[in-house]
């Protein structure tokens, strides 16, 4: 074994590439969330985004217009479960499942001539004297843009839900449908917003692995990754900040324990492989000890009735 | 009268199956206080959610100061100058008074702005509140005042209270009464619904009666009296209960030193609770919502466990059973919240009669179940009660509130409990309804039960119960003799005015 062959400043700018699907995933989720709405078919967005930008980049030879391709096939899977739950009322719990299935299956037969290829390269930043130095350089400045899109994301976020009219009707909305409808808000059209938008982070998340951590395309290469987005969200109470962290911490503990198994540490594979995900959820369970504040309406069903 | 404020001419609004509201007509003038009676269903939430613009009428017309008003949303209502105070309050638990406020708002300033005017405006109407303090933790009371002043910041023309007083003490709906009446004298015109008519004649410069959706009547209700408006309200003579000289007999439930820690983070402790209650006698128990109801019922309903020996059942400790093992000794409970508490609303009223009634009623034989027994025993509850419903078949949600009030309550007097304890017998029920359902607890106290009454509401208190005491922040009053409290002592029981004042402008 020999520990010496990890260099630690790659160890840091890997992990945050680990970390951006899942901040992006579970970001779009926390704002679905924030309105109400439990949205389980984030596996299923992140998968679909995920071919359709690694079609889109392979035939037209643009990452970008890739990560658009995605961003528009996860909001446009989300529209399908807005659908069922917000006018057909249906139960969200069971319309999210069968979207993740129904996008695990979707993407398997758009993605079959796509395998084995390897999609255009995604071109790291390069600002001058800054992404030179030493240390600093490649961990802070040296990524691909949508790394910076994810944490942008995430201040966005943040500063909406906490300081904007747009964020305080949405929490209002998520908080309490009825009193939010009494007083003349669009309950359902601010619901099905916030879902498209958790479609569209959930595509690009998945885009994310597809183009920029893998790349190439398999079948069922998320992984998982929209099931530890979901779990982030609530162990972060549902705040921003928390679910950077929480995402951060999970690509943290993925690398290094990859890193560990190339370096033939004395540790079953299994257990090194469980371990991002116990690590993370371990962490964000003590974190979120305080009081969990859970919005009000969260998976409940609206309806305008008198 | 020049032109009216507001005039609603002909507004008709049909549901299916139910003609909520047909055709409606009545003015509200500048500076009036304009009250609307009526029972449970007799369309008066329809109507004002009409003027509110949350619903579309079917057809005629309202003109506001002569000129056509036709709101397609709440939002435009308020542009025009209407504002409403909601009956179950349309309050966001987790946000802050301030955020509350300013989603009430078209166009909120900044928050610090808000905060400053919040803290203005509160105090010249006396309605003291901390913008920054969050709506979860607040009383019922204070949370009538977010609602309140989430309207005066509006500078509304017209104000819509919905049954305002029904969680207030004595003291409280003083001051509203004094806020209202500046308000008034300020030109501002209110539509006040009550179930409470006493105040409407205090308060109102002109009622007017619906009843099945159809405007039956107008008063000037200083000039009349409570019951010829309750009559009016009914159609028919109304029934006063009717109370028996009873002898009470010995000590049935007993509750010594009892404290229990809050529930939850919203809930309230309970302090050293000493209560006793003897066969035949009914207690009642008045107090501010939240300050330990629920938490009350609880422990005597047997939800919450405690030490074996703070509850005493004829002198044997039942602290540590459960709610069927009390059922079984006779121990019955209704509680306050009739949809999943005291019902499931999604099974049926026979369902539902299984849930309580299977130990008392023989319901249950070896494990299976008797559904013609129980069928039976629904039908018993729907007929000696007069619950409105097309039979038990139906669910419990489909009833109206006042109906499935009469079922769970009924529910509970027809098993022959030997302590009944209620909250809230007649919350949201009508006078006649109401009359019902305290004539049965009468009755059954009559027959030798000993009754528990919970209740915000201290008329129904004072008109049933022989003793009296009140809780406050979890800790129970000495009980004192019902015959002879005032309002001012009732009200100091249970804990003056909490920090309110009258408007000092």
């Known amino acids: 074994m020999d520990l010496s062959a990890i260099n630690p400043v790659l160890l840091i700018a890997s992990l945050m590439v680990a970390a951006t699907p899942l901040l992006l995933a579970a970001i779009g989720e926390l704002v679905v969330e924030k309105s109400g709405v439990l949205n389980l078919g984030v596996e299923g967005m992140m998968i679909v985004g995920a071919i359709a930008g690694f079609a889109t980049a392979v035939e037209s030879g643009s990452p970008l217009l890739g990560f658009v391709a995605a961003a528009f096939a ?43 290829i390897k999609p255009p390269r995604m071109g790291d930043i390069h600002i001058p004297v800054l992404s030179d130095l030493p240390v600093i350089g490649p961990i802070l400045f040296g990524h691909d843009i949508i790394l910076y899109f994810g944490i942008a994301l995430t201040a966005a976020v943040w500063w909406m839900l906490k300081y904007s009219r747009m964020g305080l009707v949405l929490r209002a909305v998520g908080e309490n449908h009825d009193a939010a409808h009494a007083l003349g808000y669009k309950v359902l059209r601010i619901r099905l917003m916030a879902i498209l938008f958790g479609g569209a982070c959930a595509g ?8 920029i951590r893998v790349p190439q395309w398999t079948e069922g290469m998320t992984a998982g990754i929209g099931w530890i987005a979901l779990a982030l969200v609530v162990f972060a109470s549902w705040k921003p900040w928390r679910a950077l962290l929480g995402a951060y911490l999970f690509g943290g503990v993925t690398v290094v324990q990859l890193n560990l198994q190339a370096a033939g540490v004395a540790i079953p594979v299994e257990y090194l492989a469980m371990s991002p995900y116990l690590i993370t959820i371990l962490v964000l369970v003590i974190l979120s000890a305080d009081k969990s504040s859970a919005p009000a309406s969260l998976g409940r069903n609206f309806h305008a009735s008198r | 009268m020049s032109v009216p404020l507001l005039s609603l001419q002909g507004l008709t609004k049909a549901y299916p199956g139910v003609v909520a509201n047909d055709t409606v007509s009545f003015d509200i003038g500048e500076g009036e206080v304009h009250a609307l009676l009526g029972e449970n269903g007799a369309g008066k939430s329809t109507l004002v959610k009409m003027i509110y613009g949350l619903v579309k009428p079917d057809s005629g017309k309202m003109l506001l100061r002569g000129q056509p008003y036709e709101p397609a949303e709440p939002r435009q209502a308020r542009a025009d100058g209407i504002a409403m105070v909601f009956q179950h309050f349309s309050l966001f638990d987790a946000l802050n008074v301030a955020e509350n406020i300013a989603l009430g708002m078209e166009n909120p300033p900044e928050m610090r702005d808000l905060a400053a005017r919040i803290r203005e405006v509160s105090e010249t109407y006396g309605l003291p509140l901390d913008p920054f303090r969050t709506v979860g933790d607040l009383s019922a009371g204070e949370r009538q005042r977010v609602e309140i002043i989430r309207c005066l910041l509006q500078d509304p023309k017209l104000l819509i209270m919905d049954e305002p007083t029904s969680v207030l003490t004595p003291q409280e709906v003083e001051i509203l009464f004094k806020t209202l009446q500046k308000l008034q004298s300020e030109g501002t015109s209110i539509l006040y619904i009550s179930h409470k008519l006493e105040e409407i004649r205090t308060l109102c410069d002109h009622a007017t009666i619906l009843r099945l959706g159809k405007n039956v009547g107008e008063c000037t209700p200083s000039e009349t009296s409570a019951r010829d408006m309750a009559e009016m309200m009914v159609g028919s003579s109304l029934q006063t209960p009717q109370r028996a000289a009873r002898e009470f007999g010995e000590v049935a439930m007993d509750i010594t030193g009892l404290s229990v820690p809050a529930p939850s983070a919203f809930g309230t402790a309970l302090k050293n609770v000493h209560l006793k209650v003897r066969k035949g006698e009914i207690l009642g128990i008045g107090g501010v919502a939240g300050n330990g109801q629920d938490e009350l019922l609880g422990v005597l309903s047997g939800e919450t466990l405690t030490d074996a020996d703070a509850v005493k059942l004829h002198g044997k400790p039942i602290g540590r059973l459960g709610p069927t093992a009390r059922r079984r000794l006779g121990v019955l409970a209704a509680p306050e919240e009739r949809l999943g508490h005291a019902a499931a609303p999604d099974m049926s009223l026979t369902e539902n009669a299984m849930l309580t009634g299977s130990v008392r009623e023989g319901l249950e034989k070896n494990g299976f179940l008797d559904w013609g027994a129980t069928k039976a025993f629904a ?15 139906n669910a419990a949600r489909s009833l109206s509130g006042g109906n499935l009030q009469k079922f769970v309550i009924g529910r509970e007097v027809l098993q022959d409990p030997d302590v009944l304890v209620v909250n809230q017998p007649t919350w949201g029920v009508d006078a006649a309804a109401a009359a019902a359902i305290r004539q049965s607890l009468l009755d059954l106290a009559a027959k030798g039960a000993a009754v528990i009454c919970i209740s915000q509401d201290l008329d129904e208190l004072m008109e049933i119960s022989d003793s009296f005491a009140a809780l406050n922040e979890g800790r129970l009053s ?6 002879g409290l005032t309002v001012d002592e009732i009200g100091l029981m249970m804990g003056g005015a909490h920090g309110m004042e009258v408007a000092h402008v």
């Not at chain 1, 006018?87 to 398997?108: D, E, R, W």
């Open chain 1, 74 to 116: 996860g909001a446009a899977l989300s529209v399908l479960f807005a659908i069922l739950t917000q006018f057909a009322q249906a139960n969200q719990v069971a319309s999210g499942l069968s979207l993740t299935l129904f996008g695990l299956g979707l993407s398997a037969l758009m993605g079959q001539s796509y395998v084995g």
């Open chain 1, 204 to 211: 690009l998340g998945g885009a994310y692995i597809s183009l």
């Open chain 2, 379 to 393: 039908e018993r509850i729907i007929t000696a009660f007069d619950v409105r419903t097309p039979g038990p078949g």
């Open chain 2, 478 to 483: 000495a009980p004192r003799e019902a015959a």
